[in-house]
Structures are given as C-alpha cells and as structure tokens.
C-alpha cells in the first residue's frame, strides 16, 4: 500500500492531490509530502471564499501534519495567489491550513487534544515541536471554540478575582454556575470597575437581564458593578469568601498576640497554632486537633476569636432568611462588645453586606456553597502547569482551553 492511499483514508481534498513524497534526513527524519492542485480546479480566495483564476504562484511552504512512527510528517504547497472578481489578488485558501499557520488544521486539533493532558512543553517535547507550535494550536482550537459556544440558558455566574504572574497581579474571572454546567465563561486583566463592565458588554444586556443568581465576593467595585447591570439577578456574596475573610482575621488576631506573648516574656503557648485555627475542624489531623484542644483551655483573644468563628458557622444551618438574619445581628453586637479590633472589623463588613449575605438563604440552596472554590482550584492547576504564563493573552488562551468548556468540530477526534 503507497502513503498516498493512507493519506487519502485519513485526509482527502477534492481539489488538490498528494503528488510526491520524499524523506529528508537531517537530525530527525522528516517526510514530506508534496500538494499540488488537482488539473482544472481554481482557487479559492481567502478572503470572500469565491474561486478564481490564479494569478501567479508563490514559493512552496511547509505545514507540519501529525507526526507518524516517529518521523515528523510535513505538507509541501506553492501557495496560489488569486485574482479575485470582489478582492483583488489575494492569497488561496485551502482546506488543511487556516491562514499564515505553519501547522495543519488536523495537527493543531491533535496538539490541543494533548495540551489539556500535559502542559504545553511536555506536548511539545513529545511530539517534537515547537512551544510557539503548541501555542498556536491550542490559540486557533479557543478561538473556534469561542465562536461556536452556546450562551444560551445562562442562570447563575460568579464573579471572581484571582491572584496571577507569581501573586502580583490579579485577574478577573467569571464562571457560569449553573447545576448543568459549570464553565469559565470570561477572563479580564485586574479588578476594577472596568473589568467587569467590560464582561458584561460583552455578555450582553438581554443575558445579563435574564440571569436568576449571581454570586461575588466582597470586593466594591464588583458589587456596584453587579447592581447595575445585572438588577434582576438575587445577588449573593460567596460563602467562601465570608469564611476566608473571618480566617484574615483571626490570623491576624493569634500573630499579634503571639508577637506580644513573646515580647512579655510568655510561654509561646501559639506556636504552631495557626492551622489547628484557620482549618475546617473536620479536617485537623490528630496532632493539629491536640493542639486545638489544648489551645482551648486558655484565655487569649486568638481563642475568643476563634470560638466567635466557630459560632458564626451556625449561620449556615439556618433555613429562613429571617431567622438568619437575627442570628447574624445578635453575633454582631456580641463581636462589637469583644474588645477585639480585627473581629469588629469583621463585624462592620458583616453588617454593611447583611442583605447579600442573607440572600444565601433566599436562594435555598440552590447555589452551592464553594462552587466558584471548585473552579478557582481548577484555575491554579492550570497556572501551575504553565510556570505562571508571562502574557495575559497566553494566560486567558490556557485558561479558556482547560476550564471553558469549549465545542470541538467532530473531526478533532479523528487523530486524537
Ligand atoms: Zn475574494
């Protein structure tokens, strides 16, 4: 059997042929495979799509096709150049390339197949190419994905911020949430104003006015955002974040007293105490939950802090709104009378946000409580395996890639 077979089986053009193949021996064996256009068809314009008749012919160029038996496979086209009736003379198009892409349609799918497995280095070092190749294919896989995604049926997003280039910058993000999908639907530089304004016009009026939840941290320039442009949705502020806030502040509490403690010339009775304090008590191992039983026994502030925390937890059993919310009023007054600054603080963010936080409950649990956690998690892998991408936009083409969800045409499975 001649590869031309095997290539017409997996790859067959009705207007152009595989003509000649030859090996080329250098470092790693390569096979090209040359194209010519089939006798009597013309070009097509790449421009408006129309064929017409060629007006001349540029240099030959390469394209990378998936590799086979470890040899490293190429396609070898002189490019026509078309003089089109509505365009004027521009380069052809041709159906196993898009553009100025060194690399074949089928072997960007393949590439990008395998950059969600592996980080992009890996793929390239396994399938001897190049990281610019990988980039590239993972970039043109997003793009068509991003064109034929569904935004249809969105109820629920959440809105978040998330620490990125080595914790020194933050990025914007939004999920959808819903209990049938869970996806990353945008990604922005920073925090502000701007950013979300910037999702929101291009997700649309109608969508945003058709949203039913919304979920956010605490951060102003969201809230006003949120309140704005999407006034129908029920605003709720993420259980996760209240829990985190509380964790800021008992730390801060336990390292100042410890700083004390040590300065008076105390036993450091609140070394090593942080974890048994900030962690869910369920997950404590038996030594930290020692620790934390011990750590009960005495009179200090970070114990006081920690056992308010603990009976804020109770919040979340409530079922009425209403019920919650006189929960939540009486535990405020009792932090404002604790005499512990960073807890007061608490307090006041507390009250300043009792309706959204109360909102938890109006939305009887529908929303799930560290969904957005989930995806953040899923986020930080992704970061991870990228050696903290150094461009926005590589950064924002990995994310969408690995969290977005995107649609595949069905032939990107052929060779993956
Ligand atoms: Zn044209």
């Not at 530089?189 to 941290?217: I, M, N, P, Q």
């Not at 925390?309 to 979340?316: A, G, I």
């Amino acid at each position: 059997m001649q590869i031309k077979t095997i290539l017409n089986r997996v790859q067959k053009h009705s207007s152009f042929v595989y003509v000649d193949m030859r090996f080329i021996d250098g470092d790693a064996v390569e096979l090209e495979i040359v194209i010519r256009p089939r006798v009597g068809s013309r070009a097509t314009c790449s421009l408006c799509g129309k064929r017409g008749s060629t007006y001349d012919t540029l240099a030959s160029r390469r394209f990378q096709f998936i590799p086979l038996w470890g040899i490293l496979v190429f396609f070898v086209y002189a490019m026509r150049r078309v003089d089109c009736s509505r365009c004027g003379v521009k380069v052809e198009q041709v159906p196993w390339a898009e553009g100025k892409s060194p690399i074949t349609t089928s072997y960007a799918w393949f590439l990008s197949g395998w950059a969600k497995r592996m980080s992009w280095k890996e793929v390239a070092e396994a399938f001897r190419t190049s990281w610019d190749n990988v980039s590239r294919a993972v970039g043109l896989a997003v793009a068509w994905g991003l064109h034929h995604r569904d935004l249809g049926g969105i109820e629920a997003i959440g809105v978040d911020e998330v620490l990125w280039h080595r914790g020194h910058k933050y990025l914007t993000v939004v999920y959808q949430i819903d209990g049938h999908c869970r996806r990353l639907l945008w990604v922005g530089k920073e925090r502000t104003t701007e950013t979300l304004e910037t999702f929101f016009r291009g997700f649309g009026f109608c969508r945003a006015f058709r949203l039913v939840y919304l979920c956010s941290d605490m951060w102003k320039p969201y809230l006003n955002v949120i309140a704005q442009r999407a006034p129908g949705a029920l605003h709720i502020l993420d259980r996760y974040h209240i829990v985190a806030k509380l964790n800021k502040a008992i730390d801060e509490v336990r390292a100042e007293e410890a700083k004390r403690m040590t300065q008076d010339g105390y036993e450091p009775i609140l070394k090593n105490s942080r974890w048994p304090l900030l962690k869910n008590p369920k997950n404590l191992t038996d030594r930290q939950s020692e620790k934390l039983s011990d750590l009960l026994q005495y009179n200090l502030k970070t114990i006081r802090a920690y056992l308010l925390k603990e009976e804020f937890q109770l919040l979340w059993e409530y079922v009425s709104p209403a019920w919650a919310g006189k929960f939540l009023d009486r535990w405020c007054t009792k932090v404002m009378r604790s005499r512990i600054e960073p807890m007061k603080k608490m307090a006041r963010t507390i009250r300043s946000h009792r309706e959204l936080i109360l909102n938890w409950f109006e939305a009887e649990g529908t929303i799930s409580a560290g969904i957005v956690e989930g995806l953040n998690n899923k986020l930080k892998v992704t970061f991870r395996r990228a050696y903290g991408y150094k461009y926005f936009k590589t950064t924002e083409t990995a994310l969408y890639h690995t969290l977005g969800r995107l649609p595949e045409p069905e032939f990107a499975h052929r060779f993956f």
